[in-house]
């Protein structure tokens, strides 16, 4: 199947979830100490065999640059691959309601005019999949469809994806209606908000939905057509997912990659996850040192006690030190004798003069990057 596929890793519904994202998107935040949220749907592009990637920002342009760095990581194409950050300089400025990813997306048109793909993928960052898009346009190109969007059966419904969009289908497997979950059932299709569209069905309903509302953007544009103007197929992913909307439900994915049978799920040699490298030393350990499963990244000074926690790039956890069911953000400073569990800690914050801070794991204690309790 020699048909060219353009991803746009849509940034314009991602949750805000607190403090975590009051100085970055979801798509920056650190996971596991060593990835960002957005190198997930990014891999899984690369590993899809898209080396065209749109990244629309709606805020926090400058921490998508940061992480991106040379931007060849994602690039498996060195002579027609790239990615593009996306930003809708005129629409951030005034009300946030018209910043939409369709707005974005006119506002630099060039990135896609300069591609000559026949399909466009969006995807989030704040759902983590391994979601292979070569397998969804099969199915699309198959079903003659013009738009497909990409679903999950899931059990949890009533606890998880609140928020989300339930796909009501019919008996063609074709929306029918798009509602928003308020966790009144565990049992639901919830939308992925990932869709595969026609290039020239995009230029369509992208001109459609401006004529009906200047506020419109994709999701807005579905939920008002479906089952009207517009016929979705569907595309069922039985794959691993987790759905970031919360703290809570952060620091649970998180931890969860500790149990080696779920992180399995995830992390398969066939499919492998790509992010940014850091010229970083590895991880030191003193006699003193005592862990016990845990990540730890490179360059993590560790002279304390860590249990089932993340700890980040260049973190330093001082002798006498006990950290328990925490993540710790990178270059951040633990100092002895703290005792923290069930605590967030962001980047660049030291925990000195408070020495215990604990707390249960449904409403984890957070510090705030760069500050010093």
């Not at 951030?92 to 990813?101: A, I, L, Q, V």
């Not at 969804?136 to 949890?156: F, G, M, P, Q, R």
């Not at 606890?159 to 008996?171: A, E, H």
């Given at each position: 199947?020699?048909k060219?596929?353009?991803g746009?890793?849509?940034?314009?519904?991602?949750?805000e979830?607190?403090?975590?994202?009051k100085?970055r998107?979801?798509?920056?935040?650190?996971?596991?100490g060593?990835?960002?949220?957005?190198?997930?749907?990014?891999s899984n592009?690369?590993?899809s065999?898209?080396?065209?990637?749109?990244?629309?920002?709606k805020?926090?342009?400058?921490?998508?640059?940061?992480?991106?760095?040379?931007?060849?990581?994602?690039?498996?194409?060195?002579?027609?691959?790239y990615?593009?950050?996306?930003f809708?300089e005129a629409a951030?400025?005034?009300?946030e309601?018209?910043?939409?990813?369709?707005?974005?997306?006119r506002?630099?048109m060039?990135?896609l005019?300069?591609?000559?793909?026949d399909?466009?993928v969006?995807?989030?960052?704040?759902f983590?999949?391994?979601?292979?898009?070569?397998?969804?346009?099969?199915?699309?190109?198959?079903?003659?469809?013009?738009?497909?969007?990409?679903?999950?059966?899931?059990?949890?419904a009533k606890?998880?994806?609140?928020?989300?969009?339930?796909v009501?289908?019919?008996?063609?497997?074709?929306?029918?209606?798009l509602?928003?979950?308020?966790?009144?059932?565990?049992?639901?299709?919830i939308?992925?908000?990932?869709f595969?569209?026609?290039?020239?069905?995009?230029?369509?309903?992208?001109?459609?939905?401006q004529?009906?509302?200047?506020?419109?953007?994709?999701h807005?544009y579905l939920?008002?057509?479906?089952?009207?103007?517009?016929?979705?197929h569907t595309y069922?992913?039985?794959?691993?997912?987790?759905?970031?909307?919360?703290?809570?439900?952060?620091?649970?994915?998180?931890?969860?990659?500790l149990?080696?049978?779920?992180r399995?799920?995830?992390?398969q040699?066939?499919?492998?996850?790509y992010?940014?490298?850091?010229?970083?030393p590895?991880?030191?350990?003193?006699?003193?040192?005592?862990v016990?499963?845990?990540?730890?990244?490179?360059?993590?000074?560790?002279?304390?006690?860590?249990?089932?926690?993340?700890?980040?790039?260049?973190v330093?956890?001082?002798k006498?030190?006990?950290i328990e069911?925490?993540?710790?953000?990178?270059?951040s400073?633990?100092g002895?004798?703290?005792?923290?569990?069930?605590?967030?800690?962001?980047?660049?914050?030291?925990?000195?003069?408070?020495?215990?801070?604990v707390?249960?794991e449904?409403?984890p204690?957070?510090?705030?990057?760069?500050?010093?309790?």
């Amino acid at each position: 199947m020699n048909k060219k596929l353009f991803g746009f890793l849509n940034l314009h519904y991602s949750p805000e979830i607190g403090p975590l994202t009051k100085e970055r998107p979801m798509a920056t935040l650190s996971f596991l100490g060593r990835y960002a949220l957005m190198d997930f749907p990014l891999s899984n592009f690369v590993n899809s065999g898209i080396d065209q990637i749109g990244i629309l920002v709606k805020k926090h342009q400058r921490s998508v640059n940061k992480h991106l760095g040379s931007r060849n990581t994602f690039n498996v194409n060195t002579k027609i691959g790239y990615e593009t950050v996306m930003f809708n300089e005129a629409a951030s400025g005034g009300s946030e309601r018209y910043n939409t990813d369709f707005a974005n997306i006119r506002a630099n048109m060039y990135v896609l005019d300069r591609s000559s793909a026949d399909y466009i993928v969006f995807a989030p960052a704040h759902f983590i999949t391994r979601i292979d898009y070569r397998d969804v346009l099969k199915e699309h190109i198959a079903n003659e469809a013009e738009i497909t969007l990409i679903y999950s059966e899931v059990d949890n419904a009533k606890t998880s994806f609140i928020g989300s969009s339930i796909v009501k289908l019919n008996d063609k497997n074709e929306v029918v209606e798009l509602i928003e979950n308020k966790g009144t059932s565990n049992k639901a299709n919830i939308s992925l908000q990932s869709f595969i569209i026609n290039r020239t069905k995009l230029i369509e309903i992208m001109d459609k939905s401006q004529a009906i509302s200047s506020l419109f953007g994709l999701h807005d544009y579905l939920l008002y057509s479906v089952g009207k103007d517009e016929v979705i197929h569907t595309y069922e992913y039985k794959g691993f997912i987790r759905y970031i909307d919360t703290m809570e439900n952060f620091k649970a994915a998180s931890l969860e990659m500790l149990n080696y049978r779920t992180r399995k799920q995830l992390f398969q040699s066939d499919w492998p996850i790509y992010t940014v490298t850091h010229d970083t030393p590895p991880a030191q350990y003193e006699e003193s040192a005592d862990v016990q499963n845990a990540f730890v990244a490179n360059g993590a000074y560790i002279a304390g006690k860590v249990r089932g926690s993340v700890i980040s790039r260049n973190v330093t956890v001082e002798k006498g030190a006990v950290i328990e069911n925490s993540i710790i953000f990178s270059n951040s400073y633990i100092g002895p004798d703290v005792h923290l569990n069930n605590v967030i800690v962001d980047k660049r914050a030291k925990v000195i003069h408070t020495k215990k801070l604990v707390s249960n794991e449904k409403t984890p204690i957070y510090i705030d990057q760069g500050d010093e309790v």
